[in-house]
């Protein structure tokens, strides 16, 4: 593997009129070149137009015990300096700046697997959902059921957390076109 996760962490607060504001949070050990190469320039993802990114701090503890802080360029950071060993913890806000063609529908498909399917140490989903409207969920593929509590405010916390998922297994031909 090119990396290893250590921690992906998501925030969600979904907002009465469908929009969200998303707090991400992700450590990620480097293995390999590959791995440095994968993470050298750091993006949120995100929609032009539709939302607002920025990331909010970034460190890089490298394998040699010093510390990094990169210059953050709004929702992106280049970081050419990672080597195997280094870990890159990265933190950033997505906010809708308006509900989409879809009103105020609240939809969310999260996987808990790292995104390059390496294995994951720890794996959390928290989604803060504003009391005046009903949410529902489907969890698949062995998630957990949700802690839940419920805030002052009346908005209903659902959090999931998942620990040392294994590598994502290949298929055979499970990428392959016909």
């Known amino acids: 593997d090119a ?4 921690l992906n962490q998501r925030v969600l607060r979904a907002h009465k009129n469908g929009t969200t504001s998303d707090y991400r949070h992700i450590a990620v050990r480097i ?7 994968a993470f050298a320039n750091f993006r949120l ?3 032009g137009g539709e939302q607002n990114a920025r990331l909010l701090a970034c460190t890089v503890r490298k394998a040699n015990g010093k510390t990094e802080q990169p210059k953050l360029r709004g929702a992106s950071v280049a970081l050419p300096s990672l ?6 913890d990265i933190e950033g806000r997505i906010d809708d700046l308006a509900p989409n063609f879809f009103g105020d529908y609240f939809g969310l498909e999260h996987r808990f697997p790292a995104w390059d399917g390496g294995a994951t ?16 969920f489907q ?15 009346g908005a209903q916390v659902y959090a999931w957390t998942l620990a040392d998922l294994p590598r994502d297994q290949l298929e055979t031909n499970r990428d392959r076109k016909s």
Not at 83 to 88: A, I, K, L, N, S
Not at 139 to 153: H, Q
Request: aromatic content about 8%; overall charge negative.
């Open 45 to 47: 993802p995100y929609y």
């Open 3 to 6: 990396t290893f996760t250590l």
């Open 139 to 153: 969890a698949i593929n062995g998630a957990p059921e949700p802690k839940t509590r419920t805030l002052p405010d």
């Open 31 to 37: 293995l390999t070149e590959a791995g440095a190469r």
């Open 83 to 88: 080597q195997p060993g280094d870990v890159v």
């Open 121 to 136: 140490h720890q794996s959390e989903l928290v989604v803060i959902a504003e009391a005046g409207r009903e949410y529902r």
